[in-house]
């Protein structure tokens, strides 16, 4: 059975820098699409970035230059890595392993898998 497990959320001022980790159990991350999503309360949970099969990276405009995604295979592990924070970054960020890809009109998609893992609380003071 997979198992996701999210750590490194907090309570940061804006501008200052948070890694989240994303650590696997069950099949490796290897060679699978998986992503962030994050969620701000009465919101719907958004994607945040994926990383595709092929390895290339993919980037809300929201976060794009601030955040990056990475995956370390050996550890099994997901990261993002977020800079510059801002208040509205403030959400539970979740990973997603298990999701499918797909690219149409110079642009690539991400849609969810089944594999959450319990999220991790962000909070970005002003």
């Known amino acids: 059975q997979v198992q996701l497990v999210e750590s490194g959320g907090g309570l940061v001022q804006a501008g200052e820098s948070l890694r989240l980790s994303c650590a696997r159990s069950?099949?490796?991350?290897?060679?699978?699409?998986i992503a962030w999503y994050r969620q701000a309360p009465g919101k719907q949970r958004d994607l945040v970035t994926f990383?595709?099969?092929?390895?290339?990276?993919h980037y809300a405009d929201s976060v794009k230059g601030r955040f990056t995604i990475s995956r370390d295979n050996a550890e099994n592990t997901l990261y993002l890595q977020m800079n510059s924070l801002k208040p509205e970054d403030t959400a539970v960020y979740y990973c997603?392993?298990?999701?499918?890809?797909?690219?149409?009109?110079?642009?690539?998609?991400?849609?969810?898998?089944?594999?959450w893992g319990q999220g991790t609380q962000v909070t970005v003071s002003s």
């Open positions: 990383i595709t099969s092929f390895g290339t990276r």
């Open positions: 069950g099949i490796t991350f290897t060679s699978e699409a």
């Open positions: 997603n392993s298990g999701g499918s890809t797909s690219f149409s009109d110079d642009t690539w998609y991400y849609a969810a898998g089944d594999n």
